[in-house]
T-cell receptor, first 116, second 110 residues
C-alpha cells in the first residue's frame, strides 16, 4: 500500500502564527483528505483536496483558516492560519487505498501541533 | 453524528479472542460497516469492512447480524500490540468522509 509522509511530525507554535503541514505520498492519487483530531477526541474531516481544483471544505471549516494546496498528484499542504490554543490538534492526511473500497483509507502518522 | 454505538472500553487477555461489538441500528441498505483502529501516536489503520456477509482477512473477522443492525469485530488471538482504539464506522456514500465516533479502547494485558 502507499506510504504517506507528513512533516512536521510535531511542532510547538505561538498564538497568532501560521504553520504549513506537508503531506507527501509515494504514488499518484486523485483525492487526498485532511482530518483533525483534537485532544482526547475522535477524527473530523476538514477538507478534500483534488489536484487541479479548489479544496472542498466540511461544515465548520473555512479556507481562510485552513488553506490547502494540491500542486500535483503526490503532494498537498494544509496551513493552519492565525493559530490559537484551540487549534492544538493532530492533523492527518489520508488517501484512498488503491484497489479497495471507497472508504478504505490509508492515513499518515499525523502532525501534532501545540499552540501556546 | 456517528451512526454507531460502541462500548467505551474493553479488556482482553493476550492470546485470547477479542470480540468488539458495535451497534448500528439505523444503517441503510447501501451502507458498509468499516473498522479502523488507532494505536497510540499513530494514524488510524484500516482493518476490515463488509456489507452484509461475514468477512475475514489476515487481521480480523467481521460478523454482521442478519438484520445488519449490529456487528462484531473479532481479533482471534489478541497480542499486546493490538492495544488501540477501535472505531466502527458506517458509511456508504461519502467518498473519503469517514465519521469517526469515540470508539472502543481495547487493552490487551499479559
Amino acid at each position: 500500500s502507499a506510504v504517506i509522509s507528513q512533516k512536521p511530525s510535531r511542532d510547538i507554535c505561538q498564538r497568532g502564527t501560521s504553520l504549513t503541514i506537508q503531506c507527501q505520498v509515494d504514488s499518484q492519487v486523485t483525492m487526498m483528505f485532511w482530518y483533525r483530531q483534537q485532544p482526547g477526541q475522535s477524527l473530523t474531516l476538514i477538507a478534500t483536496a483534488n489536484q487541479g481544483s479548489e479544496a472542498t471544505y466540511e461544515s465548520g471549516f473555512v479556507i481562510d483558516k485552513f488553506p490547502i494546496s494540491r500542486p500535483n498528484l503526490t503532494f498537498s499542504t494544509l496551513t493552519v492560519s492565525n493559530m490559537s490554543p484551540e487549534d492544538s490538534s493532530i492533523y492527518l492526511c489520508s488517501i484512498p487505498t488503491v484497489g479497495s473500497g471507497a472508504n478504505v483509507l490509508t492515513f499518515g502518522a499525523g502532525s501534532r501541533l501545540t499552540v501556546l | 453524528d456517528a451512526k454507531t454505538t460502541q462500548p467505551p472500553s474493553m479488556d482482553c487477555a493476550e492470546g485470547r479472542a477479542a470480540n468488539l461489538p458495535c451497534n448500528h441500528s439505523t444503517i441503510s441498505g447501501n451502507e458498509y460497516v468499516y473498522w479502523y483502529r488507532q494505536i497510540h501516536s499513530q494514524g488510524p489503520q484500516y482493518i476490515i469492512h463488509g456489507l452484509k456477509n461475514n468477512e475475514t482477512n489476515e487481521m480480523a473477522s467481521l460478523i454482521i447480524t442478519e438484520d445488519r443492525k449490529s456487528s462484531t469485530l473479532i481479533l482471534p488471538h489478541a497480542t499486546l500490540r493490538d492495544t488501540a482504539v477501535y472505531y466502527c464506522i458506517v458509511d456508504g456514500t461519502s467518498y473519503g468522509k469517514l465519521t469517526f465516533g469515540q470508539g472502543t479502547i481495547l487493552t490487551v494485558h499479559p
